[in-house]
């Protein structure tokens, strides 16, 4: 599936905003999923939500764990996948990772590319 690199962390004060990206190096051949997910010290990584690759509509067949406040797009001629963040909170803190997997979208284990992950921060 080739490589993903994620940018866009950093820190920022609660309530405040950031924009991830997700490049991919390669176009994906057929549908597979396209998700980030957030790992805080001492937990598990954690679904935010998916798009899907291949699919240039956007926002059309996105799930998201929290709507009111992450919002997941993507350029495809670009290969690359958004999330982006908007009240964040100090508990939204963690590594940021971009995945392509296939089958439940929702678990880690069903993803096989992983990027290297982005630092995010909010302090109170």
């Known amino acids: 599936q080739g490589q993903l690199v994620e940018t866009g962390g950093g820190s920022v004060q609660a309530g405040g905003s950031l924009r991830l990206s997700c490049v991919s190096s390669?176009?994906?051949?057929?549908?597979?999923?396209w998700g980030w997910f957030r790992q805080a010290p001492g937990k598990e990584r954690e679904w935010i939500g998916n798009s899907f690759t291949g699919d240039g509509k956007r926002n059309s067949r996105d799930s998201v764990k929290d709507q009111d406040r992450f919002t997941i797009s993507q350029d495809s001629p670009k290969k690359t996948l958004y999330l982006q963040m908007n009240g964040l909170k100090p508990e939204d803190s963690g590594v940021y990772y971009c995945?392509?997997?296939?089958?439940?979208?929702?678990?880690?284990?069903?993803?096989?590319?992983w990027g290297q992950g982005t630092q995010v921060t909010v302090s109170s």
């Open positions: 995945a392509i997997g296939s089958g439940n979208c929702y678990r880690a284990s069903s993803y096989k590319t």
């Open positions: 390669e176009y994906a051949v057929g549908t597979y999923c």
